[in-house]
């Protein structure tokens, strides 16, 4: 089964060009500047709650003017409801996003998202501390905002390099390339805590300007698709000539693409949405993003407020997780292509996070021994994550039922990724809610709960039988 895969795979890496290099690129460069600014408001969170409430450091009159919240604990509950307005207003962006961008330019939209991202996050975290203007219903209708723009970046990148990219090998591709999250994770808990003795504020200018500048350059730079300079997509035609296939054809994992009409169709929503495996994979990512973003949003707090690190310190520790989710994405990925299913290797991976999050749950304050607790649940949660918002829906959006005679590509990332995010939005403030009655450790209790909803709403275990998602 080896040497058919080895000649599969060299025949697959000769067809990749110049081309091809600089797509994938750009389009991780996106989605890296993306996540690093929005890694500094989780990571700046302690910071703002300190800027929000009473402090001893600054006059009574200084603080009547700036008040927002009486004390640390109503300054946490508004900073998880701006977590889920954000994620909420993410999740419609994204039903929305995945339709305009088979229908416009992909290029267009990408770029506006990144560059109106940037100026809304620098006015919410930069421009509103320099002027001292605190406002609570300001922050939201920014939020809001800063959600919508957001989504318009993540069925673009997703698109693009489903058009560049076959399926051939898609798993380890866009395993290594969804990490393009996790790398901004932890350049955005770099950046932040480089800057942070600063104040807050210059964290959001750092990672603002930087992002801004990103869109520029993928505006001037960046191909959406072969076609652009006149060659067919890779993702719409057959890897193999008759000859190599002949030789390789009792082994291969995967189904031919046919070929492409001349003029693909953009594909309804509706119609998006009733494809086969898109439903059971939305709901299955709802649960899992919940759990993802959770520790996204949250755990430089969780460091500081249960163990007493300070902030830069936590910032530093919380890249682990992201570490974890890289190797994650690009192993199990791997693995998914050698098996030609994606189904087991994920099931695998989630059954052991249960694990891994009862691990962490009890992890002692010793930051050694907390950061591999990190690394192993991010490998585990983090790798099937980036899995099915990225391979996953690259193959719902390519699969055999559309005949390749339709753009749904976008689309269905968005529905994926949309619903993802509604359960993420959702879980945000029942995160901070839960901790502030509860405690931690019931957060992780809900964590685990999650992830066992994960896998029985798939039913991952027998979801190996359609063709595309293998």
Known sequence: ??????????????????????????????????????????????????????????????????????????????????????????????????????RFNLRYVLSFGLCGSAVTEFVFGTLTEWLHFYNVYFYCILWVINGLLQSTVWPCVVAIMGNWFGKSGRGFIFGLWSACASVGNILGAFLASSVLKYGYEYAFLVTSVVQFAGGVVVFFGLLTSPKEIGEDSDSQHPLMNDDEDALCDDYSIQQRDEELEPQPKAIGFLQAFCLPGVIPYSLAYACLKLVNYSFFFWLPFYLCNNFGWKEVQADRLSVWYDVGGIVGGTVQGLISDVLGKRA??????????????????????????????????????????????????????????????????????????????????????LVSLIESKLGWMCVFYFFIIMVGCDLIKKRIFELNVWSIAY
């Open 344 to 429: 087991p290797v994920l099931a695998i991976s989630l059954l052991l996070a249960m694990g891994a999050l009862v691990g962490y749950s009890h992890s002692p304050n010793n930051q050694l021994v907390n950061g591999a607790l990190l690394a192993t649940t991010g490998f585990l949660i983090g790798g099937p994550s980036n899995i099915i918002s990225s391979a996953i829906s690259a193959d719902l959006g390519r699969q055999g039922a559309l005949q390749n005679s339709q753009q749904a590509l976008a689309t269905v990332t968005g529905i994926v990724d949309g619903t993802g995010s509604i359960g993420a939005a959702g879980g945000q403030y």
């Open 1 to 102: 089964h080896f040497l058919p895969l080895l000649i599969q795979t060299h025949i697959m890496w000769s067809l990749y060009t110049y081309h091809h290099l600089l797509a994938f690129l750009l389009t991780f460069l996106s989605y890296v500047l993306l996540h690093a600014s929005r890694k500094t408001f989780s990571n700046v969170k302690v910071s703002i709650s300190a800027q929000w409430t009473p402090s001893t450091s600054v006059s009574l009159n200084t603080w009547e003017e700036n008040q927002l919240f009486a004390d640390v604990e109503e300054a946490t509950l508004f900073l998880g409801a701006l977590d889920s307005i954000f994620l909420f207003s993410y999740a419609v962006g994204l039903y929305i996003s995945g339709v305009i961008g088979d």
